[in-house]
């Protein structure tokens, strides 16, 4: 069974009653609109967990017949705007293909997804040309009657819809289209729709919600542009400069945010609580495979193990030990996965490094076995997170997060207290790794492998530090200020250090596929040229690495002194 996606390009409008009759096409710009509408009559039923799981994540899934694109979709946000997964109706349209529930387990924990709304849209289409005859554009006029099915809640409105067909018009002219088309919508007196969605509106999410001049980027708006974007970020900027300048008058320099004012368990629960979410919304992400998916759900696993290390003292019992242990399976599942990515990543810039030495054809013979072997890591990583252990995993992370089992010294303490406790202890542990790592520098008989090594517990230690300070920073908690600028010297040597790991992974890749291609009798030259220009790279770097760790050390024993 296929699945279809595909990124929405649209924006919504609204009409005062009567005002739709006003709309003339024939002063649109640049396009010309078909001159008569196709109907189709459409009913969609929306399915969500009894706790709105899906809702709450800005996921909606729908089962949709009567239009021309009958199926299963699940819509989504992502960080380039909506998309939508199509899953064709099984031969018994109501049932639910297990290709949709596999994608959303992590989502919905198991829970049972059953309908929450029942949208029943007259919808009327017409096809926006471009100058040359091309379709470029769909404008539908939904007429919407809607049921609330936990409540019974009815609900009726109107509202258009124009949407950018998929390939048509580069991204840099689409605002084009959208001009030309407002131009006689506003024209005719309507507005942009204040509507997120059309199920928030079904659902009363939106009722007496505030006008669109009204809304904040926040509240489901479009963000400015342009200018006014760049104004806004400049303005807040502004702000929060003004603001610890004005902290530091008052002698708050040493550390500001909630951290300053909430208590200690406030603290754990919202970085454990935001680390949850993180590793659920990756989990969804994974299974889409949604590029740098794996790579983020790899961060999140390592931040929560990083969290549940430097609040230790603070647990009760061995629950936080076990799930660290579990999360650093699930790491080392995804680590596989982002070294093939890395590989991938690198090794035009290897070959271009060469100057010429490497044949085009053999460079793309290289890029090709490199990015194979990326997709079958990561066909992997999709098969592991649909096994119960890992829903198992999924769930109890979130349990703990909900109710983490706190000391009483934990409750004792305030926001800040356990914000410099949990940073302090991940500093100690970059220094103690750092200590060891010089001694075995300086003793006689270390080998290269073995530096290695120690270079990569160092940056492991490092960026626990980071994954650590910035949790509570999006969670509103910091360190006093002492602690924020000793995180940030170690961390500015986290990419230093990550070049070197990464030579690691591409030599390792290289001496890999050469073995490879000798058992097949296939020419070596090329991948022998970047073998031994990698070993090289790694050599140097591993033998400046030394002197980059005693740096470090040097830096965090002044600034913890």
């Not at 994540?57 to 239009?67: D, I, M, S, T």
């Not at 509106?201 to 980027?217: F, I, M, T, V």
Request: aromatic share 4%; proline share 3%.
């Amino acid at each position: 069974m296929t699945a279809v996606a595909h990124r929405e390009v649209e924006r919504k409008y609204e009409f005062p009653e009567g005002a739709e009759a006003r709309v003339d096409w024939s002063r649109l710009e640049g396009c010309t609109i078909s001159a008569e509408p196709v109907e189709h009559r459409m009913e969609a039923v929306y399915h969500d967990t009894q706790d709105m799981a899906l809702g709450r994540r800005l996921v909606a899934l729908r089962r949709r017949r009567g239009g021309a694109d009958d199926g299963w979709h699940v819509k989504f946000h992502g960080p380039d705007g909506r998309h939508e997964l199509q899953v064709p109706l099984l031969r018994t349209p109501d049932r639910m293909p297990a290709s949709v529930r596999n994608l959303l387990a992590g989502l919905t924990g198991g829970q049972e997804l059953r309908p929450v709304a029942t949208l029943r849209t007259v919808r009327k289409v017409l096809r926006i040309s471009d100058s040359t005859g091309t379709e470029v554009a769909e404008l539908a006029v939904d007429v919407v009657d809607a049921v609330d099915e936990r409540t019974g809640t009815a609900r009726s409105w109107s509202e258009w819809e124009v949407e950018i067909l998929e390939g048509t018009v580069p991204e840099e002219r689409q605002e084009q289209v959208f001009a030309a088309v407002e131009a006689v919508v506003f024209a005719a007196g309507g507005t942009p729709s204040s509507s997120r969605a059309k199920i928030a509106r079904a659902l009363g999410e939106e009722d007496g919600a505030p006008a669109e001049s009204d809304r904040r980027p926040h509240e489901g708006g479009e963000q400015p542009k342009g200018q006014e974007q760049q104004k806004s970020q400049k303005q807040q900027k502004g702000q929060k400069r003004k603001k610890d300048q004005k902290g530091k008058k008052k002698g708050k320099g040493t550390g500001g945010g909630a951290a300053g004012k909430a208590a200690g368990p406030d603290v754990l629960r919202a970085v454990l609580g935001e680390l949850a979410e993180q590793l659920v919304l990756w989990d969804f992400k994974v299974r889409l495979d949604v590029p740098d998916a794996v790579h983020q759900m790899r961060v999140t696993s390592r931040s929560l193990r990083s969290v549940l290390r430097a609040a230790g003292p603070f647990f009760e019992g061995d629950a936080g030990t076990e799930l660290d242990a579990r999360l650093r399976e699930l790491a080392r599942t995804l680590s596989a996965a982002r070294d093939a990515e890395v590989t991938a990543e690198l090794l035009a810039g290897r070959v271009e490094a060469l100057g010429g030495r490497v044949e085009p054809g053999a460079a793309e013979s290289l890029r090709r076995r490199a990015g194979e072997q990326a997709r079958t890591v990561a066909a992997k990583v999709r098969r592991h997170v649909t096994g119960q252990e890992h829903l198992r995993l999924l769930a109890d992370v979130q349990d703990l997060a909900a109710a983490p089992p706190l000391t009483e010294e934990c409750a004792r303490l305030s926001g800040r207290e356990v914000s410099d406790a949990l940073v302090h202890r991940a500093l100690r542990k970059v220094v103690r790794v750092a200590e060891r790592g010089a001694e075995a520098s300086t003793a006689d008989g270390t080998d290269a492998e073995h530096r290695l090594e120690h270079l990569h517990e160092v940056r492991k230690a490092v960026k626990r530090v980071r994954y650590v300070d910035d949790v509570l920073g999006r969670t509103g908690h910091r360190p006093g200020k002492q602690l924020r600028r000793a995180a940030r010297d170690a961390e500015d040597y986290q990419d230093e250090l990550g070049r070197i790991m990464d030579a690691a992974v591409v030599e390792q890749w290289l001496a890999a596929t050469a073995a490879a291609l000798g058992r097949s009798g296939e020419d070596r030259y090329a991948v022998g040229a970047l073998h031994g220009a990698e070993i090289i790279r790694l050599r140097t770097g591993t033998d400046g690495g030394s002197e980059v760790v005693g740096v470090l050390l040097s830096q965090l024993r002044e600034d913890l002194a």
